[in-house]
C-alpha cells in the first residue's frame, strides 16, 4: 500500500526576481558585449561538421558557431555551404577588423569558410594550417574489408 503524497496549492510557479535577473544575464551575454577589433578565427573542418572559433589575442574564446547550432543536421553540416553560414554567422556576432586564420582538419568546408571569413571584409593578417601530422607516431586502424 503507497501513501498518497500531498498536493501543494495550484496555480502558475512564481519565478523570483533573482532567478529572472540570472536567466536574462545567460541570455544577453551569448551575442552582446564581445565586440572585438583584432582577434584569430580558429576554423576546425572535419569530415563530420565545421566549428569556427573567434578569440582574441590571448586566447580567450569570445564567440564559436558550428554547423550544428546554425540549424545543419547529419550529414549536411560537413557541406561547404554549412562552413560558410557557420562563418558568416561567427564574424557578423563578433564585429571584427583584422584578424589570423587558423585552419584545422580536412573538411570540405574549409575553403568556403576562408571565402566566406574574407568576402565579410575582415583584413586577414595570416592564414595558417594547423592540421596536426603525425610523424610516425600512433598505428593505424586496419584498413576496413568491403
Known amino acids: 500500500m503507497t501513501k498518497a503524497i500531498p498536493r501543494t496549492k495550484k496555480g502558475p510557479r512564481r519565478i523570483s526576481s533573482i532567478r529572472l535577473r540570472r536567466i536574462a544575464a545567460r541570455l544577453s551575454s551569448r551575442k552582446s558585449e564581445r565586440k572585438i577589433l583584432k582577434g584569430i578565427?580558429?576554423?576546425q573542418a572535419s569530415f563530420n561538421n565545421t566549428i569556427?572559433?573567434?578569440t582574441d589575442l590571448?586566447?580567450?574564446v569570445v564567440f564559436w558557431s558550428?554547423?550544428?547550432?546554425c540549424g545543419f543536421k547529419s550529414s549536411r553540416k560537413a557541406t561547404p555551404y554549412a562552413g560558410q553560414r557557420t562563418a558568416v554567422d561567427a564574424i557578423r556576432t563578433v564585429?571584427?577588423?583584422r584578424a589570423e586564420?587558423?585552419?584545422k582538419g580536412a573538411g570540405k568546408a574549409r575553403?568556403?569558410?576562408l571565402r566566406a571569413i574574407s568576402r565579410s571584409g575582415v583584413r586577414l593578417s595570416c592564414i595558417r594550417d594547423v592540421t596536426p601530422m603525425p610523424h610516425n607516431g600512433c598505428r593505424p586502424p586496419k584498413k576496413r574489408r568491403v
Not at 558550428?66 to 547550432?69: D, F, I, L, P
Request: aromatic share 0%.
Open 101 to 103: 586564420v587558423m585552419v
Open 58 to 60: 590571448e586566447g580567450q
Open 41 to 43: 578565427i580558429h576554423i
Open 95 to 97: 564585429g571584427m577588423r
Open 111 to 113: 575553403e568556403a569558410a
Open 52 to 54: 569556427i572559433t573567434v
Open 66 to 69: 558550428s554547423a550544428g547550432t
